[in-house]
């Protein structure tokens, strides 16, 4: 496993990435982290900048959070980047998000491929702009069949959506005898998911100190691991230093799925 070819930053930082890097468990590498990229708009506004710029700082710190997963072996990374409710921000605001979608995509897609990540999409992207529509499913369908590092984009959606769009999908299928009601259980539920094939997420970061889920993934985080940095650590200054300690913290931590751990009595 190589990490370094996509490195780049200071002395001290990498000195520090690397002391904490070999701390990791190889073997415990989570399979599927998801993110609510929180506190681009507090990050600006504590530097008298734009909210725009605290998203494309935003950015930044999404690109080192892409290769640091790729070069960890991480196979699913799921990003909360525009919500169904994010369409009440300002116009300004919202216009300015796609662009930087389309931007990233554009510069990044390229190296993105050569490196094997696959782009998915979560959501309803036909209300998207046209241009950042069209962005989407290019860097979707040139990816398609990579096999590396699956990076799921989260844009326009809702976690409740999603799910009363997966129970119509059921009842329309059951009413044509595709299925009948018997054959409804979690498994086939998962199915009618945006999330089909992908397994759950196995720990959910969100920064900024905001201790809540905001219609994210709520039926596939049924046992997720969460982690909440503390309030001080906005988005754009979570980079791959945050990223290894919260994953150590991971590691530390016992997943019972409901049962006790090995030799507690009950």
Known sequence: MSFGKFRSGNNSKELLFNELLSKINKEKIPRHVAIIMDGNGRWAKLRG??????HRYGV???REIIQTSSD???QYLTLYAFSTENWKRPASEVNALM???VEFLRKE???LHQNGVKINVLGDITLLPDEARKEVLYSTDLTKNNTGLQVNIALNYGSRAEIIRGVKAIVKDC?????SVDDINEALFSQYLYTKGIPDPDLLIRTSGECRLSN?????????????TDASL???DFDKVSFIKVLLEYQRRDRRYGGISAGEEE
Request: no cysteine; glycine share 8%; aromatic share 16%.
């Open 99 to 101: 662009n930087l979608l």
């Open 49 to 54: 900048l734009p909210r725009v710029m605290g």
């Open 216 to 228: 994210f993934l709520l039926y596939q985080i049924a046992y997720t691991e969460l982690y909440f």
């Open 72 to 74: 960890l072996g991480i």
């Open 175 to 179: 009413m044509e005898k595709n299925i």
């Open 60 to 62: 930044e710190a999404l």
């Open 109 to 111: 897609i390229g190296e």
């Open 234 to 236: 906005l988005w754009p």
